[in-house]
Structure formats: structure tokens, C-alpha cells
């Protein structure tokens, strides 16, 4: 089966495709809060209908959470696993967005046009560039070129709980050759990425109590403690004033960056100053010493997500809150161990908290740090494909972010898996106004016929 159609098929058929995309962008699939489940479950039916329409053999299987989405295509040859998932992050702050985030549009830009709504890159615009890269094969070539089983996920913005037990009830039919994600982004605007790298992620929450109700500040100031003040301590205690994170033997099992590894990124000529620039920030504010991508792709990280305490309201209010919380988040490298992190940390801030104050945790899930071994021949062969498509080769990188399936396919399925995807780190996911570039889909999807066809050559 012949590329060159395919790729004339995807450039012909691209408005059809994005009108596609717009229709499951319109389902707000929110999976981390209750309200949307049903709106979860018809995104799920969606995809099954739409896979169901190229020839998949598509269902949508329950968990005790959200639905996973598999669907099955025969074909001969390798077998290749495709992962995305189909929900999306909340869309608060909802007054910072310029246009309702689930009525998406194609808007011009400077930059040129982008697909604006939430999802549009995290994650559904990235896992139908695959989609549309098999519509167009089944209609060049009435079938596709090798056996594919899709894999779409529900719960990845909420912690992925039903994720791994799904897997393992389900190893059989789920083992592929390889694992082929699309969650990831480009190297700057045009240069294609393929990720060894990814950081694990151990989520907590602490909440401290004091008194029994808010106090008056005129009365109690000065005698009662004041929990917002401990979590202030807390907070300020988390970082030296290098910016090494301070949690008892937080770097047990952090390697230090190879030369190899250092020169390669060094060669990618990363502008820190531009990269900050872009939201209003000029100084690195990491651990001192360390190169700027070394900083975001192999050194951990300890940051605060969110703080509420007292009132919060307009105006003003004079009161001793009863209580105050923060979400606190790790990034972790190498072989750290985030199940003996979390230990460390909750006995090191429990040692903080007076006698008169308590505290309660809720963790939000914890993943170690993924490598990627590049010795499957189909990175190589990726590489190639995406340097045919992209105006720079392709490059083998490091990513900030944590995405635990990788790391499952090869403990739970024993996959090795190729992370590339086609984001651009303006696209703002997980913030007000995402957007996808209308680029990034269209090539994005060539991209993924261009790797179909070398890997089944």
C-alpha cells in the first residue's frame, strides 16, 4: 500500500476533519467532577460510532469510573496500540475565557489558525490526528495496513484510578508490539519530538485545623493560632534558599544528566529567556546551577497547585480561618520512590504542626519517572517518517510533565512505547483558552501516516 494518496487524502479531506474534531470538542467531558458523567459517557459513544464508521470492531467497556473506549482492526503485519484519552480538565477560571470553552472555533492568530476550545490539544485534537491518519487509509486503500487496537482513556485529568485494573483484566487483548501515545508536543514550533524521558507526579493535599469556627481577629488575634499561619510555614519550609526542595532524602535515586545527554540538549539551543517571556516571566527560579531544560525534564520539582484559607471574597473580613489547605505537587526523576516521598514529606510538615492543630491528607495519585529505551527499531523508523514531514529532523527529548501509562505499558502489558504528539507550548491546556494549531492537526495526522507506512513497510 502506497503513502502518496493517503497523504493527498488527508490534505482534501482536512476540513471534514476538523468539523469532526469540533463535534467531540463540543462534549464537555470533565471527568474529575461528578456533574459530567454523562457527558463523559457520550464522548465515549462518540468515539465508539466514529471508530465504528472506519471498520473498527469498537465498544465502550464500564469501569467503576469512567468508560474506556477499545476498538479492534484486523489487519496484517505488526500490531500497534494507540492510547489517548477523551476527557478534559476543568475550565475555571470561566471569565478569563474569550468564548464559551466548549462552543470551539477555528480563529485566526497571528501565528495563523488555531482550533480554540477545551480539549482542542489536550487531549482530543492529538488522538484524532491518529483517527483521521486511519480514515484516510481505509479510504485510499479499503483496509488499513497492519492490526491496531485503539485504547482511549477517561480518567487521565482525574488520576487514571481505573486505569491500571482495566489493564490488567484485559492484558491479553490490550498486548501489542509497541504502544504508540499522542500526548505530548513538538520541540518549538517545528521541530518534531519523540519522548524518553517523561517525570513521575505524586499529588497531595493537606488540610490544617485549628480552632473549632473562624475567630473574630479583634478578639483572638495574638492568642489563638492561626492555621493559615502554619501552612505559611509549612509552604516557606519546602524550598532552601538554593531552591533544592528540603524534604528528608527527597533525592534518593535522581541521577545527574550524562554528557551525552547534556551536549545533545545543549545542540537544541533552548531560549530560556523567550521561553519564561511568553507568560510574563524573565528568571529561572529552580534549583541553582542547572541548565534550563535540565530544570523542566530531569530534575524534580516540589511546587503548589492551589492554597485556600478565611474569606476569600470580595471585601474584606477580619477572622482567625478555622482552617487552611493546599494541593502540593512532585515531579520525580530517575528512581525516585514516590510512595517513600510521600512518607518523608507528611512526617516532615506533621513535625511542623503545634499542638493545638491537626491536620488531615488526601493524596491525589502517585507515578514514578519513565525512560524510554530507543533501541526498538521503530523509534528510528519514527524519526525518519517525521523528518520527512517536519521542516527539522526529528529529536529525541525530555518532557516535564508526567504521563503514567507509558510507564504502565511496560510494567502491567510489557510494552515498550513511543510518545510522540503535536502540541506547541503556547496552546495553553489546563488554562483558560486552549487551542490546537490547525497545523499541528493537519500535519500531525500526515505525520501519523507517514509512521503507519514505515512501520509497515
Known amino acids: 500500500m502506497t503513502l502518496d ?48 464508521t472506519i471498520g473498527f470492531s469498537a465498544s465502550k467497556r464500564p469501569t467503576p469510573g469512567h468508560p474506556m473506549v477499545v476498538a479492534h482492526y484486523d489487519g496484517p503485519g505488526p500490531h500497534l496500540l494507540f492510547y489517548g484519552h477523551y476527557d478534559v480538565q476543568p475550565v475555571d477560571p470561566l471569565d478569563l475565557w474569550y468564548n464559551d470553552p466548549f462552543d470551539p472555533a477555528i480563529e485566526d492568530t497571528a501565528k495563523g489558525k488555531v482550533i480554540r476550545g477545551r480539549g482542542s490539544s489536550d487531549d482530543k485534537g492529538q488522538l484524532m490526528t491518529f483517527v483521521e491518519a486511519c480514515r484516510a487509509w481505509k479510504a485510499e486503500h479499503g483496509t488499513l495496513p497492519c492490526k491496531i487496537t485503539i485504547f482511549f482513556e477517561g480518567e487521565e485529568e482525574s488520576g487514571s484510578p481505573s486505569l491500571v485494573p482495566f489493564m490488567q483484566d484485559n492484558t491479553a487483548e490490550l498486548t501489542a508490539d509497541i504502544a504508540l501515545i499522542c500526548d505530548t508536543g513538538l520541540y518549538g514550533d517545528s521541530t ?62 535522581v541521577p545527574e544528566l550524562s554528557n551525552e545527554l547534556a551536549a545533545a540538549w545543549d545542540d537544541l539551543k533552548f531560549d530560556h529567556a523567550q521561553f519564561l517571556g511568553d507568560v510574563g516571566l524573565s528568571i529561572p527560579a529552580g534549583e541553582q546551577g542547572r541548565r534550563p531544560l535540565e530544570m523542566i525534564w530531569s530534575r524534580p520539582t516540589c511546587e503548589v497547585n492551589g492554597m485556600t484559607s478565611g474569606y476569600t471574597g470580595d471585601g474584606f473580613k477580619t477572622v482567625l480561618p478555622s482552617k487552611a489547605s493546599a494541593k502540593i505537587s512532585f515531579r520525580l526523576v530517575g528512581t525516585q520512590d514516590p510512595t517513600a ?45 517525521l523528518t520527512d514531514e517536519w521542516p527539522n529532523a526529528a529529536a529525541y527529548v525530555g518532557c516535564g510533565g508526567s504521563i503514567p501509562i507509558a510507564g504502565h505499558f511496560k510494567t502491567v502489558l510489557d510494552m515498550d512505547a513511543m510518545l510522540i504528539g503535536f502540541g506547541k507550548d503556547d496552546d495553553a491546556i489546563h488554562s483558560p ?17 507517514r509512521i503507519l507506512a514505515a512501520l509497515t513497510a
Not at 493560632?225 to 527527597?250: C, Q, W, Y
Not at 514529606?345 to 488531615?360: G, L, N, W
Not at 483558552?433 to 501516516?449: I, V
Open 192 to 253: 518534531p519530538a519523540i519522548i524518553t524521558q517523561l517525570r513521575g507526579l505524586l499529588g497531595e493535599e493537606l488540610t490544617i485545623t485549628g480552632p473549632s469556627l473562624d475567630l473574630h481577629s479583634g478578639m483572638y488575634g495574638g492568642l489563638a493560632m492561626n492555621p493559615a499561619r502554619v501552612l505559611a510555614k509549612v509552604i516557606a519550609s519546602l524550598h532552601d534558599e538554593t531552591g533544592r526542595i528540603t524534604v528528608p532524602n527527597f533525592y534518593d535515586g
Open 5 to 52: 494518496p493517503v497523504l493527498s487524502r488527508i490534505d482534501a479531506d482536512i476540513d471534514a476533519a476538523t468539523d469532526r474534531l469540533l463535534d467531540l470538542l463540543r462534549i464537555p467531558s470533565i471527568s474529575t467532577d461528578p456533574a459530567y458523567k454523562s457527558d463523559c459517557d457520550r464522548a465515549a459513544d462518540w468515539l465508539v460510532a466514529d471508530l465504528e
Open 341 to 385: 516521598i510521600r512518607k518523608d514529606f507528611r512526617t516532615m510538615v506533621e513535625a511542623m504542626i503545634p499542638a493545638d492543630c491537626s491536620v488531615e491528607w488526601a493524596d491525589h495519585g502517585a507515578s514514578a519517572a519513565g525512560q524510554m529505551s530507543t533501541d526498538n527499531p521503530a523509534f528510528a523508523k519514527s524519526a525518519a517518517a
Open 433 to 449: 483558552n486552549e487551542k490546537y494549531d490547525l497545523s499541528s492537526f493537519h500535519k500531525g495526522t500526515r505525520s501519523w501516516a
